[in-house]
């Protein structure tokens, strides 16, 4: 009887096209998208470099703020105890505030928002009153809400709740009253129950809209706990640039910004990518 030898599989090599091409579109991909960013901060970053190098130049340059900052930049998560705890500590106990303030006002919103869209009588009886209460600014439900819970921690989220829940209102209202009269139709004739035309219709339809929303909510959410923050003290990041500027640490107050900048665009980006995976690419990136 002759042995049967088996061919192991063996690994065709690279091929030298498909490793140029790959390579050709990372460099397009960072001459289109990574480059011009780049160029346009280091030409700020050099204005604003011989501006504060200035005699008597009211702020700090570029280089002084990373000289004073150093420690903040380096051990950001230092805890010497109370309020005196690290730049990543501020960040993240803002972010535990807006993560509750955001949610309660997803949940609401939506849910408004869909009632709303659905009934005519709602939507004569609740829109005048959303769009009055939209126009008061942030800070000036601080005081109700202090009022109202007697803490800070409650005032802050629920600062952080009415501010960002009407553009997810609104949007989820408009997406709802834009579904197409056929997907309507068609539910009638399938016959689905409520819940089902929920599920498979009206979210799907009206999500790239909700997105929408979303996203502008949760920029507001954080624009409003940093103005929070700065009148309920505690620990958080508007309450650090608050204390910098009693204490006149200015590099600290353009070292907290640059932080608060960063978080607040991966904040949009985070809402963005989930609404494009879950509308499959038909919400705006």
Request: net charge positive.
């Amino acid at each position: 009887m002759t042995p049967t030898v088996e061919t192991l599989p063996v690994a065709a090599p690279a091929r030298p096209g498909a490793l140029r091409t790959t390579l050709a579109s990372a460099g397009r991909a960072f001459m289109t998208h990574v480059l011009p960013p780049l160029l346009v901060i280091g030409f700020l970053l050099l204005v604003w470099q011989m501006l504060g190098s200035r005699p008597g130049a009211a702020l700090p340059s570029p280089s002084k703020v990373v000289q004073d900052c150093w420690e903040l930049i380096i051990h950001p998560w230092y805890d010497h105890g109370g309020n005196d705890v690290g730049i990543a500590w501020q960040l993240l106990a803002s972010l535990k505030r807006v993560a509750w303030g955001y949610s309660i006002a997803v949940v609401v919103g939506v849910g408004l928002g869909v009632l709303v869209g659905q009934s005519t009588w709602a939507l004569r009886g609740l829109d005048p009153l959303f769009q009055v209460l939209r126009t008061v600014p942030p800070l000036a439900w601080l005081p109700i809400s202090l009022a109202g819970f007697r803490d800070g921690h409650p005032s802050a989220i629920f600062v952080i709740f009415i501010t960002s829940v009407w553009p997810i209102i609104i949007n989820t209202s408009i997406g709802i009253r834009n579904i197409p009269s056929d997907y309507r139709n068609v539910a009638q004739v399938i016959q689905l129950s409520g819940f089902e035309y929920f599920r498979k219709i009206m979210l799907p339809a009206a999500a790239p809209f909700i997105f929408s929303g979303l996203r502008i909510g949760v920029g507001l959410s954080w624009l409003a706990i940093i103005a929070a923050e700065m009148l309920i003290g505690g620990v958080g990041i508007g309450f650090f640039i608050w204390d910098a500027w009693n204490s006149s640490r200015i590099s600290d107050i353009i070292l907290a910004l640059v932080y608060v900048g960063l978080v607040g665009y991966a904040l949009d980006r985070v809402v963005a990518w989930i609404a494009v995976k879950v509308t499959r690419g038909t919400a705006a990136s």
